[in-house]
């Protein structure tokens, strides 16, 4: 069964420093992957998503992630975070079926 | 647009009640998917449908009840609530062909007593 694992569940900033997220999945198919953000009282939003192609995906907001696939890994990068990137990260992965598997997230507090 | 709508907003109920949560969209997106979000696991998905009169199983399924008679609307059915399924759960749609939840609706935040 596919699952994705997101080890940083917590992860204080501070402005200007920059940030990695890692994501690690398990399926040995071809899979599709993506991050969500969830903004303090809000509901999710597709930051980026990767489905072939160049591994390095650009988003919105200036986040990227980079699809390592012998590492089976999506981890999520800014090179400079905001107050206002502080969020709850989700992680997902599809292979293809209409079924979506999040992982547990990763809440981020940036500090001004 | 309205987008995804999902109402009630909160609700409290006694175990053993049943309810309906409501989701509608206004985008006539085929795909549509319930999901309950709890502290430290995420976003599980309970069942989805990719279209009207398709309906299938997610990863949490049990006690609950799904239909789509409609394109717009998709509602989800707890069939004697247990306080095991407090939670907060987000009805979500996508108008591309693998499902991929694009909008959300703002949640439905649930209390089992």
């Known amino acids: 069964a596919q699952s994705v694992s997101q080890h940083n569940h917590h992860v204080i900033l501070s402005e200007a420093a920059s940030l990695e997220l890692g ?3 398990s399926y040995g198919g071809t899979v599709n992957l993506f991050w969500y953000v969830q903004y ?5 939003q597709l930051l980026l998503k990767y489905f072939s192609g160049d591994p390095l ?14 590492k089976f890994s999506f ?4 090179p400079s975070v905001q107050w ?18 999040f992982g547990t997230g990763t809440r981020l507090k940036v500090l001004a | 647009n309205a987008g995804v709508t999902q109402t009630p907003k909160f609700q409290v109920l006694k175990t053993g009640q049943s309810m309906t949560l409501q989701c509608a969209q206004d985008m006539n997106h085929e795909y549509m998917s319930w999901y309950r979000q709890d502290p430290g696991m995420g976003l599980r998905l309970i069942h989805y449908s990719v279209g009207a009169g398709i309906t299938d199983q997610g990863e949490v399924p049990n006690g609950y009840n799904v239909s789509r008679s409609t394109t ?5 059915r707890l069939l004697s609530a247990a306080p ?3 939670s907060v759960y ?7 062909r693998d499902g991929q939840p694009q909008h959300f609706g703002d949640g439905t935040r649930l209390s089992i007593l």
């Open chain 2, 90 to 96: 987000f009805c979500a749609s996508s108008k591309d």
């Open chain 1, 40 to 44: 303090p009282g809000q509901h999710l």
């Open chain 1, 23 to 25: 994501c690690n999945y």
């Open chain 2, 72 to 76: 717009e609307d998709f509602p989800l």
């Open chain 1, 84 to 101: 206002s990137d502080t969020a709850e990260y989700f992680c997902a992965v599809s292979s293809g079926t209409y079924k979506y598997i």
């Open chain 1, 57 to 70: 995906v650009k988003g919105i907001k200036g986040f990227e992630a980079e699809f390592i696939k012998s």
């Open chain 2, 84 to 86: 095991s399924q407090t």
């Open chain 1, 75 to 78: 981890n999520l990068r800014k």
